[in-house]
């Protein structure tokens, strides 16, 4: 039975949402389905969801492709075979509809399909032209082209009333992302909408990426919904102005034959010296390879759950059992506004059926290969709903109290703050968990000049939260809105020397991390590490080494370590989890 996730985004227009909502009752599809809303950072809580829809908060606006995103990436973790992306400001009628636009995707290399499109009746942008009895029957859109010599999609039927005209099913170079459905491959392969652009023209450029794939775009008139057109981003507004000049030049030079990008920069020098003050802001952005669009957060954020907590299982099966039921045994007012993502690696260890058998809460995702510790963790990341995320290694035991003390010290520091954990070795020392971001002066100062804590990892001597450069991911929280500004973890690396990039990232965008000595965790460390063997580990760490340092600084340190080691093993001076 086929997955359907039907993904839409809000932002300020609870109300469609909720009509929206209301009309996908009934939907006939043969599979599970679950609705997605993506509340983009809106000024209220969306209230009396149906059971059936699960939201999930931006904690503030990401634009079209953002917002999106984020519901599409929330899917894929759910197993969606197949995506019906969907404005808020839509109605569906036509119960089998997404039924009819799967059926158009079994073609074989059909990727992507968009229903007919009419315009909601009162909504008809020239609503004098129509007796009573045709509106919402005028066509907004029913298959469409691009038009290379303007740069734009060009939507056939559009104001037309819809007397089956355009009723059959054919293949098409452009759809509309107002909606269409998806297969689960085209975002395996192609990926999702370029977030840079916030807004305009992520879909064509997803389009073209589609195409360029080997997939192929079509329209189903035989499905069709209603859209409420304009009521999204409001039409003719400066930012609107904005962001199509810029991404329409962008898009241009992009994907445009020769001729239309000459065209496309004359006219981008038009607007620098006659074009309106948002065209020369575009354009002059446009140059300077500035992207995305500056928005603020909500003073409030309403998120479905407080805490998501993430752990990634590679062969540690009994310790990963310790920690589910270490986390489950907080205080019942921390479990009951918590969740838990457990992603297998796949280990082929019976993680599913332990998970399915004693802990049926978690949400579990399974890899069918081993796609490493930052990619892992990603995929938790993007399977979570709550307003602050908690990294835990699998080799982690959560100690009574302590995530109800990180929630705490989170919240008096606003969520603009990164905290790590104090860890418990099997021997019941405490483990050196914090850095300062590896330098070559560093290097020589801890090994040639006997500077602690200057290279090597070190132990804060403190009995309250204090800032520190850099800590270990063992047991690592950060708020949704530190993830918005800096991002996931980088994947170029298997395992390894994530946690110092990521610390490097965090420190780039001014985000403090703090050592929190009142949230305690016992730690089995090395338990990954141990199941792929020291020789591969060692491998990863030199590959990791690459990834942070480069080649050249890579190799300096190494002659430092040449230097000053001696015969100690180089795993000695490489941070270890």
């Avoid at 070559?440 to 500077?451: L, P, Q, R, S, T």
Wanted: charged fraction near 25%; proline fraction near 3%.
């Amino acid at each position: 039975m086929n997955k359907l996730a039907i993904v839409t985004v809000d932002f300020n227009g609870h109300k469609d949402t909720l009509e929206l909502l209301e009309s996908l009752r009934g939907l006939t599809w043969e599979g599970e389905v679950k609705i997605i809303i993506v509340d983009n950072g809106s000024k209220e809580p969306l209230k009396n969801l149906p059971e059936s829809a699960e939201l999930i908060q931006t904690g503030r606006n990401l634009g079209f492709a953002g917002g999106y995103n984020r519901g599409l990436r929330y899917a894929y973790e759910w197993g969606a075979d197949y995506f019906l992306i969907v404005n808020n400001d839509t109605l569906v009628e036509d119960k089998n509809f997404a039924a009819t636009l799967f059926k158009v995707l079994g073609k074989g290399s059909a990727g992507a399909v968009s229903p007919k499109i009419l315009f909601a009746p009162g909504y008809e942008f020239f609503k004098e032209r129509y007796s009573q009895k045709n509106l919402g029957k005028v066509i907004w859109y029913a298959g469409g082209s691009f038009d290379w010599k303007n740069v734009m999609g060009v939507h056939r039927g559009i104001d037309e009333v819809d007397s089956g005209q355009y009723d059959e099913t054919e293949r098409v170079d452009f759809i509309s992302g107002c909606c269409l459905m998806a297969k689960r491959e085209v975002f395996a392969k192609v990926g999702y909408f370029d977030e840079r652009t916030f807004a305009y023209f992520e879909d064509g450029d997803w389009m073209r990426r589609l195409g360029l794939a080997g997939y192929k775009l079509y329209y189903c008139g035989k499905a069709e919904i209603y859209h409420k057109v304009s009521q999204t981003a409001g039409a003719g507004s400066p930012m609107t102005d904005y962001l199509i000049t810029r991404n329409r030049i962008a898009f241009a030079m992009k994907y445009a034959p020769s001729r239309t990008k000459i065209a496309i920069l004359r006219q981008a020098l038009g607007f620098l010296a006659f074009g309106r003050k948002t065209q020369r802001k575009g354009v002059i952005d446009w140059l300077s390879g500035k992207w995305g669009y500056p928005t603020e957060a909500p003073e409030k954020s309403y998120f479905p759950v407080k805490l998501s907590i993430g752990i990634v299982n590679y062969k540690t099966l009994e310790l990963t059992r310790k920690l589910l039921k270490s986390i489950y045994s907080q205080p019942r007012e921390v479990v009951e506004n918590l969740e838990v993502i457990l992603l297998d690696n796949a280990s082929d260890d019976g993680c599913k059926d332990m998970v399915e058998k004693d802990f049926p809460r978690v949400k579990f995702i399974q890899n069918e290969e081993n796609n490493g510790f930052a990619a892992g963790y990603n995929q938790t990341i993007d399977y979570s709903r709550g307003e602050n995320y908690l990294m835990l290694n699998s080799d982690i035991e959560v100690l009574p109290g302590s995530l109800e003390k990180m929630l705490r010290t989170e919240e008096k520091m606003g969520g603009d703050a990164v905290l790590a954990g104090k860890l418990f070795l099997p021997d019941g020392t405490i483990q050196k968990s914090c850095f300062k971001l590896p330098t070559i002066i560093g290097a020589i100062k801890e090994y040639f000049f006997g500077v602690k804590g200057a290279y090597a990892m070190y132990l804060p001597k403190a009995d309250k939260e204090v800032r520190v450069e850099g800590a270990v991911m063992a047991s690592l929280l950060i708020s949704w809105e530190i993830i918005n500004k800096v991002g996931k973890l980088a994947e170029g690396s298997f395992m390894y020397f994530e946690d110092i990039e990521y610390c490097r990232r965090l420190k780039e965008a001014e985000v403090p991390v703090y050592f929190c000595p009142q949230a305690t965790f016992n730690h089995h460390r090395g338990a990954a590490s141990k199941t792929i063997g020291l020789q591969k580990a060692q491998q990863y760490q030199r590959k990791g080494e690459i990834f942070y340092h480069g080649r050249i600084k890579y190799m300096l340190f190494w002659l430092i370590y040449k230097t000053i080691a001696g015969k100690r093993k180089l795993k000695s001076l490489i941070i270890k989890h």
